[in-house]
């Protein structure tokens, strides 16, 4: 096919485009059929005129890429939001076969493996009783060792070590102090996944603050709505300072006028050029280390305040089940704002000194095999997901899009946070056993906020254990009878 984005090309480039967009609305939406259909025009708005939601905008790129035979870069997905803009990033975009000044996805995966193995950890910080004790632990044992593995865009990013890791925490911290944080009080914290959100969490932690995290907008078009519907987290938890992107200078009166508390919208740019160093307050292990809030979507939010030995004590028993230790390497796309993948994926690894290999959210939903890529790449021996991240896989994964990929180091891939369904364990184990995965890896586990995080896990390396029983009886009365 000729390159989409050059002379003539562009009227048949942007005709194919509209019927692509025409198509997947009336699949997800049959009610908008003949005129309505038609009036999608360039500058339709997918999510303010159409109602596209992430997933569905995920398909859309998906079959974009298909059709023109490109790799649109993974910010596409969170920035286009007309057919005007995929225009845009079709015309910018080149074959996936060549290697242009940024980086594109490429089929299959290299063959030669990113070796992560690193020198065993002989100790652990068994007498550390806060997060910030573990912290210090690792960085005066081991300070360059590699803590955080960065990963977009099937390259590897930026390495973040427990020297790193304290020594932007402390700026932040000091950022913090300058601006009036006092020991308890609450602060926000609005960031995707990425060195920011780190540093930030640790940084709040260091000057005596507690991390309240919620979930950036997936998109900067969505960031003045987003931040009005976190007004009532914002109130509830009293926060006094909010960290979240730049852009979010354009709300912050806003913002402040219905937050009383509240007295600084800061980046983590601002942050950093504090003047004076942080004067670190004593913390201890029944202090609150940060404080988890539900969606809010069906009601108001709730939040449920951890202390540190809540999280050590959770830790250092799912650590124990799992057999964790400082060879394991810990892949995760998981939200940094959800218990699984803050509590369960990153503060897991950071005690246990396992390698932290971190992608984000919308990377994994733009080309799920990258997941299964950087667990090839990294050697990754744990990984968690909700059941739908494994489903997902399992529809939107071709096999020449892991092609030569070796996933026999995984040895716990952890399902939970949702119900999770029989067919997903059968099918992704049964899929991907040709790749080396072990259907005895697949762990289902159980958790809740209210216990930190984990609560039941099988015996590691035993595989589902599955049992039928009769749902009516079970649902009436709670009693779990075989059928």
């Avoid at 070796?115 to 100790?123: F, H, K, N, P, T």
């Avoid at 709040?204 to 976190?230: C, F, K, N, T, W």
């Avoid at 399992?394 to 030569?404: H, T």
């Amino acid at each position: 096919m000729p390159s989409p984005g050059t002379g003539d090309n562009t009227d048949s480039t942007l005709s194919e485009l509209m019927q692509l967009v025409r198509e997947l609305v009336a699949e997800v939406q049959p009610h908008r059929q003949g005129d309505s259909a038609a009036d999608i025009s360039l500058d339709t708005s997918f999510e303010k005129d159409l109602g596209l939601d992430s997933l569905t905008r995920v398909e859309l790129v998906s079959r974009v890429e298909k059709k023109f035979s490109l790799a649109l870069p993974e910010q596409v997905l969170a920035q286009v939001d007309s057919p005007r803009d995929l225009l845009r990033a079709i015309q910018g975009a080149v074959s996936s076969k060549q290697t242009p000044d940024g980086p594109v996805v490429q089929k299959g995966v290299q063959t030669v493996v990113q070796e992560a193995a690193l020198d065993r950890v002989s100790q652990l910080p068994d007498e550390a009783e806060t997060l910030l004790d573990v912290l210090d632990w690792h960085a005066a044992r081991h300070p360059e060792r590699p803590h955080i593995r960065l990963y977009a865009d099937d390259v590897d990013g930026e390495i973040i070590s427990y020297a790193q890791l304290r020594s932007g925490a402390a700026g932040v911290a000091a950022g913090l102090q300058q601006r009036g944080l006092q020991p308890a009080e609450p602060v926000v914290l609005m960031l995707p996944s990425g060195p920011e959100y780190f540093y930030s969490f640790f940084g709040i932690l260091m000057a005596g603050g507690i991390p309240v995290p919620i979930y950036p907008p997936a998109r900067p078009s969505q960031l003045e709505d987003h931040m009005r519907r976190h007004v009532r987290i914002l109130r509830n938890c009293r926060a006094s300072i909010f960290i979240t992107v730049d852009e979010a200078r354009k709300v912050a009166r806003l913002l402040m006028a219905q937050v009383p508390e509240l007295r600084h919208i800061v980046s983590l740019n601002e942050l950093s050029d504090a003047t004076a160093e942080a004067n670190l307050p004593r913390i201890s292990a029944n202090d609150i280390a940060f404080i988890q809030y539900t969606s809010g979507s069906t009601g108001n939010p709730k939040g449920v305040m951890l202390t540190h030995a809540n999280l050590l004590s959770n830790i250092r028993a799912m650590g124990r089940v799992i057999g964790a230790d400082s060879s394991d390497v810990f892949v995760s796309w998981l939200p940094l704002y959800h218990d699984m993948g803050l509590i369960g994926a990153w503060l897991g690894s950071l005690y246990h000194a396992a390698l932290f290999v971190v992608m984000s959210p919308l990377s994994f939903l733009a080309r799920p095999e990258r997941w299964l890529r950087a667990m090839h790449r990294y050697r990754g021996t744990l990984s968690a997901s909700p059941n739908f991240g494994y489903e997902y896989c399992l529809r939107r994964i071709d096999d020449e899009d892991i092609k030569g990929i070796d996933l026999s180091s995984w040895r716990a891939a952890f399902n939970g946070a949702e119900p999770v369904s029989v067919e997903t364990l059968e099918g992704f184990s049964s899929r991907f056993q040709a790749y080396g995965f072990s259907r005895k890896a697949m762990t289902p586990v159980y958790g809740l906020a209210e216990s930190t995080v984990g609560l039941a896990f099988p015996p590691p390396g035993r595989g589902p254990l599955i049992d039928t029983i009769e749902r009516d009886r079970f649902m009436r009365t709670g009693s779990a009878r075989p059928v």
